[in-house]
């Protein structure tokens, strides 16, 4: 026997239909699966957004001429760049040692190297529209990389699930998605970077998480960017803390004076029954008691931590976002939370010493035709030198521009004569 499905029913069915066609266009419309029509809106774009879990590097003046920063290295680094054409670019990487030697292999063979091909960097993972791959991923032990492009979009997620130094840094993992699209009446750059439970100088000073959220907007005539750089559960010694432009400062520090004028030691301790809860107050007592007598007697009474740190060229601290902005073009830059040790190699007390003992050092190179002076006193020299040791957490940069699209001219052509 022939069944019939009631009218209800059959209505329900139509609309579920209708319902998920319309679902279908919107997202046809904000993802960007009809690149033709997402495309149309602009005359051109250029889009580009890139991160850092943790940026590590050496500045070291002097050693190389014009150059201070000797090595720099992204831990992990994600990059996606998109423009008109379409062409797409996205690259995430555990470990990124620069473009140079990230394309080092390429750039041999531009300068017409001849001899045994220089292989790429291996920890990487790159995606191409449309020449492709684009879809590449890449696991490394605890890190994971993947990069996608299309004709719309390009994104690079990068992870990494735990980092330690020993004995200066670790943290239990870190995050960095870079992407860019377009979608209906815009073209977007953003940018994610998150690190969690970080510790340095062994657990000294601790940042629960620092995040850098960051977007650019562009419609073809006007633009914008927001995003910065928080941190969360600082603290130094355990005790609160916070960090801002000027450095990192004990949640005390920041009370009211009391009545009488403090030493060092009531400037710390004291108001910390403001900060804490009593049973965590009277465990953390003894070390704020220990902190302000160190305080007071490495920079004297009345100082900060933030300058007992400095004298020790130590600085710890979050800048604010750098944005530009001019028509249809924004970019924003996150310097993320800097931390910096200077050290000069004349001035310290215990290897200054040791070095005047060194008699004088033979001037002659130990790699003859390496760019850089290799002679054993050129590198007693480089040990004697200013050092910094730079490692930010979560610097981040997103950069819009587009045209409006064009239109030709309405043109007549003149009568024939």
Wanted: glycine share 12%.
């Amino acid at each position: 026997m022939r069944r019939f499905w009631p009218r209800r029913s059959f209505a329900l069915l139509l609309g579920v239909a209708v319902l998920a066609a319309i679902g279908a266009q919107g997202a046809t419309a904000q993802t960007g699966s009809d690149p033709t029509a997402l495309a149309d809106q602009f005359g051109g774009y250029g889009l580009s957004s890139r991160g850092n879990g943790i940026l590590m590097a050496i500045d070291a003046p002097g050693y190389i001429p014009g150059n201070p920063r000797v090595l720099q290295s992204g831990l992990p680094e994600a990059q996606a760049t998109l423009s008109n054409g379409p062409s797409g670019y996205a690259l995430t990487s555990l470990a990124y040692p620069g473009s140079v030697v990230g394309d080092l292999g390429a750039i041999v063979d531009q300068a017409g190297g001849k001899g045994a091909p220089v292989p790429g960097y291996p920890v990487q993972a790159r995606a191409y529209y449309p020449s492709g791959p684009t879809d590449v991923r890449q696991d490394v032990g605890t890190g994971k990389m993947h990069s996608s492009t299309g004709p719309v979009s390009a994104r690079g997620d990068a992870t990494y699930s735990g980092s330690d130094l020993p004995t200066f840094m670790s943290t239990d993992g870190m995050t960095v998605n870079a992407e860019t699209h377009l979608e209906t009446g815009r073209a977007v750059s953003q940018l994610h970077a998150e690190i969690n439970n970080v510790d340095f100088f062994g657990g000294v000073v601790h940042i629960g998480s620092a995040i850098t959220d960051l977007r650019a907007d562009t419609d073809g005539t006007k633009s914008g960017s927001s995003g910065d750089t928080k941190t969360n559960n600082v603290a130094f010694l355990g005790l609160p803390a916070t960090i801002d432009g000027t450095g990192i400062h004990l949640a005390s520090e920041g009370s009211p004076p009391t009545t009488k004028a403090p030493g060092a030691a009531d400037a710390v301790a004291g108001p910390l029954s403001t900060a804490l809860a009593p049973p965590l107050q009277q465990a953390l007592e003894p070390v704020a008691k220990a902190l302000s007598g160190v305080i007071k007697s490495g920079v004297g009474a009345g100082k900060t931590l933030n300058d007992l740190l400095q004298s020790g060229g130590i600085t710890v601290r979050t800048l604010d976002p750098i944005a530009t902005q001019n028509g249809a073009t924004a970019e924003r830059t996150a310097n993320g939370v800097i931390v910096r040790i200077d050290y000069n190699g004349r001035t310290e007390p215990v290897l200054s010493s040791i070095f005047a003992l060194v008699p004088g050092l033979p001037t002659d190179p130990l790699i003859p035709g390496f760019p850089l002076n290799s002679s054993p006193a050129a590198l007693m020299a480089m040990a004697q030198s200013t050092y910094a040791y730079e490692f930010t957490l979560v610097p981040g940069n997103v950069r819009v521009l587009s045209t409006p699209p064009f239109s030709a001219p309405e043109f007549t052509p003149p009568p024939v004569a």
